[in-house]
């Protein structure tokens, strides 16, 4: 009973923390790295934001040239495509998450020069299809993978169909900062070497990393020694924000990642991934990240069969998918996200902003997901006890 009591204050988060172990956790020399990470076309970005500009920059594409985009975006996809004077003209997605290829093929009649194609929470799209269309038209054909590491299809070419794909690995795993780039038409490649990022950047996100693992870790378990980190952590995340609310308003030196404003300095685009976090990925065990995410969404996919008023959008989960979320079609999103952050159970509202570059009249399907997706946690520090609170929470409404 005192176990469960606990369990239940520690917070569900949407994505997976750092534990301070695994900072100092030696490489796992035995530990082969998974596709995209062992390609040798790869280049390792600071972000997936940063990587889809990369990619399309590879392409090196006229000013003003079209490139198709999907119409359910966050608008960080789209905002590198504009910075390098491209046109973006979105194609019609369905409300599940599906694209409609014919509306695809109506536009690359146009003269599309490159169509961007999301596997939208790691749930694979067609590829075979819209190769076939994209080679047909002379249209190169971008795989936006940033739901999608680990993930697969039964043909087992995720990721490797497109001339280029590209990829959020922070979405999926605890590191600070990290993006990836693989150039499967070997053709393309980046024109400039890839600079560091400031040192400021990693060290904030790396701490709230920290300190939201330590504190969860106090909530479920008591320990001393998560006491004693936390008093570690705090005082040097809190110091860390002070110092970096000196920064001048703009500055990328503080940026944070989960930012979703659009106005981003340009100069991020050209950073890579971080020293520290290029460690980590030889730290961290991923060997079971894919069946976790798996059981979690088959869990929780099947407590919400009775919830008429939280419905799954994608309700099966096909073989060799590694979900980064389970997406649900609600009402209202921000006040069930703010029911359940009440009870420290905190979901993604998905996207909600709409970039200005879009005639979102055009798109109401795209409209419609925006206003009614929220994304529930499945990530691989959840258990069996988090997702009994998650779905009992979501039962009370």
Known sequence: MIEARRRKRAAVRSQPVLPIEVVFARPKESQERPFPLRDPELALTYSGTAAVYQAFRALHLHAGSSVLCPSYNCGHEIEPLLRLGLRVECYRVTTDLQIDLEDVERRLRGGAKALMATHYFGFPQPLAELRELCDRHGTFLVEDCAHAFFSDNSSHDLGRVGDAAVYSLRKTLPIPNGG???????????????????????????????????WDRFAARGALRDLLWLLVLLPLAGGSRAVAALYPRGSTGCYDPDDDDYRFGIEIMSW????????????????????????????????????????????????????LYLPVWVPEPRDLYYKLARQRIFADVLWRQEHPAVDWGRYPEGRELKRHVLALPVHQDLDTAQLEHLAAALRAG
């Open 272 to 323: 890579g991934i971080s020293r520290f976090s290029a460690r980590l990925l030889d730290r961290i065990d991923w060997s079971d990240v894919i069946t976790r995410r798996r059981s979690n969404y088959r869990f929780l996919s099947n407590e919400l069969a009775d919830i008429k008023a939280c419905r799954a959008i994608l309700p099966s989960l096909p073989d060799y998918a590694c979900p």
């Open 180 to 214: 990836a780039v693989v150039f499967n038409n070997r053709a393309l490649r980046l024109d400039d070497v890839l600079k560091p990022p400031p040192r400021m950047t990693t060290w904030l996100k790396s701490l709230d990393l920290l300190a939201k693992c330590s």
